[in-house]
C-alpha cells in the first residue's frame, strides 16, 4: 500500500507530468475565458456590449423584451429540432444499411459522405441558395402550406448532420455483434420484432448521440443560415452576426447566457441518461460529441 | 405452467436447429435491395448537396452579363479562373492558407499534450469530468464564443487592463484588427475538434505497451515516439482533417475579429453573392476553394505516406541488425 502512494507520489512530482498537469490548467482557462466573459458582459448597463459601464440585470429584460431576438431563438429552435429529426431518421437508417447490408453500392454510398463532410460551409451555401431558388416549391414563397424560410433551414441543415449521424450509427453497429441479431431471428422473431427488441435498444446511445450532435449543429450554424434564411425565419446566429456587422449590444451576451444554461442543463440531462444505460461518465461525454470512447476505458 | 413453457421453449429449439436450412430457402424471396434504407440520405446527399455543388461547377465557366443580372451561361469559358487569380485575390488565397495551416499545426501542438494529459495522466474518477468541460465550449454558439475574445482583445478591455498592470505591454492592447488575432480565433474555435479524435486514440492506447517498452529499456522520448505516437497517429490525422477543412472555409471568425485584415477566401465568395452579386466569379473562387483544400490533404497524405515508408525501411534493418 505504501509502496503504490510512494509511486504516486513520485509521479505527481515528476516534472514531465507537471509540466502536462500546468499545460491542462492553461488549456482550460484558454477554452473557457471567453465564456466567462461573454457571461460577465451580459450584465453590462451600458450601451455597448464591448464597452463595461456598470453592473446590471437590463440586459436581460430587455433581451426577453425584444420581439425580433425572442423570434430569432424560436426560430433557431424550430430549425434545430426539425433538422435533427431529418439527420436522425436519414442517418439511422443509412447507419444501419451501411453496417448490415453492405455491398458495392457502400463505397459509392461513402464516398459521397466524405464529400458532404469536407466541403466548405461556404461552398454548400451558395449551392443551396441558387438550388433553393431554382426549385422553388416548398422552399420558395409560393407555398403557402409551410413556412418556406423555416424548410429551407432544415434541409440545409440536416445534410451534414445526416453525414454525421450516418457514420455515428455506423461505428456503432459495426462494434456490436450481428449475433445477437442472428439469435433472434434464430428464433423466429420477425425482422421488425428483432429491430425493435434487439437492434434499435443496442444503439440507442449512437442514435441519441446523434440527433443532439444534429441539434447542436444546427443551433451552431452561421454560414448556411446567413445565405438561405429568409427575413421572417432568421435564426439567432444570423441576428448575432448582422450585429456584429451593425451595433453589438450587452442583449446579445444576456440572451446568449440563458441558452449556454439551457445547453448546459440539457448536456447534463444526456448524460445523466447515457450514464444510467450503462455508460462511464467517459464514454457518455464522448458520446456527446460524436466519438466512440475505448470499448474498455479505465473510467469504467 | 411449467410444462407448458418447457414444450414452448423445447419446440422453438427445435426449430431453432432447423432454422439454417430454413432461412437459407427463405432468402431468395425477400428481394429488397441492400441499399434500401440508405436511401432517404442517399436522395438528401444527392438533391441537395450532389447536384447544386455541380451547379457551382457549371456556374464558374459563365459571367455576369450586366449589372441587373446575375449569371449567364450561353458561352463558357475559364475566364472567371482568370479573374479570381488577379493580384488582391491571389493575396487572400495565399492568406488564407497561411492562417489555415499555421492555425492547424497551432491546434495540434496546444491540443496534443493536452489531450494526453486527459487520457493518461489525468485519475480516471475525474476523466469523465474533465472531458465534459472540454466539451462546453464546442456547445456554445461559435460567434458568441468569437465575440467573448472580442470583449478579451479590445485596447481597453480586461486582457489589456491585466496585462497593463503586469507591466508586460506599456500601451493598451493593439491586436484586434490584424492578422494575429484572426489566428488566435481560429486556433481557440477549433481546438476542441482537435482534442476529442487525440484524446479517443490516446485513451485506446493500453498502458502496458508504454510499461513494456519501458521494461525494454525505452526512455520516455524514445517510448513517446516510437510507441504512443505511431499508435495515436489515426488520431492526429483525424484531428488534423477535422481542423484544418473548416477553418480554410471559415470566414466568421476572420470578420469578427480581423476587419479588413481577415479578409479569408470564404469572405470573397460570399461577397460574390451578396454585394457584387457577381455569380460566375464568387462560383469560381468556391471551386478554387475546394480544390486548394483538398489538394493541401492530398499533398500531405503523399508526405506522411512516403514518410512512413521511410520509417518503415529503416526500422525493419533495426530490428534484422540487433539479433546478430
Known sequence: ?300 | MAGIENAEIEAAETQAAGAGVGAGAERPRRRAPRFLLAIPAWFLFVFFFAVPVLFIFYYSFGYKPDIFRTIATDHLSFDRYGDSFSDTFRDVFSGTLQVSLTGTLLCLLIGFPFAYWLAVKVPARWRGLLLGLTIVPFWTNFLVRTLGWLILLQPNGPLSGVLQDLHLIGSPLDILDTREAVQLGVVYNYLPLMIFPLFVALDRLDPALREASKDLGANRWRTFRQVTLPLASPGVIAGLLLVFIPLTGDYITALVLGGAKGNMVGALVASQFNTAQNWALGSAMAVILILMILGTVAIFAAIGLVGRALIQRRRRVEIAVEPA
Open chain 1, 1 to 300: 500500500m505504501s509502496a503504490v502512494a510512494a509511486r504516486r507520489d513520485r509521479a505527481r512530482r515528476d516534472p514531465v507530468n507537471l509540466l502536462l498537469g500546468a499545460w491542462g490548467v492553461a488549456v482550460f482557462v484558454f477554452l473557457f475565458l471567453p465564456i466567462v466573459m461573454i457571461v460577465i458582459f451580459s450584465f453590462n448597463e451600458g450601451r455597448a456590449l464591448v464597452v463595461w459601464k456598470e453592473f446590471g440585470l437590463r440586459p436581460y429584460v430587455d433581451a426577453l423584451d425584444n420581439p425580433t431576438i425572442r423570434n430569432a431563438i424560436f426560430t433557431s429552435l424550430r430549425a434545430a429540432l426539425g433538422a435533427a429529426v431529418i439527420a436522425t431518421v436519414c442517418g439511422t437508417l443509412a447507419g444501419i444499411a451501411l453496417a448490415r447490408r453492405p455491398g458495392r453500392w457502400t463505397i459509392g454510398f461513402l464516398a459521397l459522405v466524405f464529400l458532404v463532410l469536407v466541403t466548405p460551409e461556404i461552398v454548400d451555401a451558395i449551392s443551396l441558395l441558387i438550388w433553393y431558388v431554382r426549385i422553388g416549391g416548398p422552399f420558395g414563397p409560393d407555398n403557402t402550406i409551410l413556412n418556406y424560410g423555416l424548410v429551407r433551414l432544415w434541409v440545409a441543415h440536416s445534410i451534414f448532420a445526416t453525414a454525421v449521424v450516418t457514420l455515428i450509427v455506423r461505428a456503432r453497429l459495426a462494434g456490436l455483434d450481428e449475433s445477437l441479431e442472428e439469435a433472434s431471428a434464430d428464433l423466429y422473431a420477425t425482422p421488425a420484432s428483432t429491430f425493435r427488441k434487439i437492434t434499435l435498444p443496442l444503439m440507442m446511445p449512437a442514435v441519441l448521440a446523434g440527433a443532439l450532435l444534429a441539434f447542436s449543429l444546427s443551433l451552431d450554424n452561421t454560414i448556411i443560415s446567413s445565405f438561405v434564411s429568409t427575413a421572417n425565419a432568421s435564426p439567432w446566429p444570423v441576428y448575432v452576426f448582422s450585429a456584429v456587422r451593425a451595433v453589438l449590444r450587452p442583449e446579445i451576451a444576456a440572451m446568449s447566457t440563458l441558452v449556454l444554461l439551457l445547453t448546459l442543463f440539457a448536456l447534463g440531462l444526456v448524460a445523466l441518461v447515457l450514464r444510467r444505460g450503462g455508460a462511464s461518465g467517459e464514454e457518455a461525454a464522448a458520446m456527446l460529441v460524436g466519438v466512440e470512447a475505448a470499448p474498455g476505458a479505465p473510467g469504467k
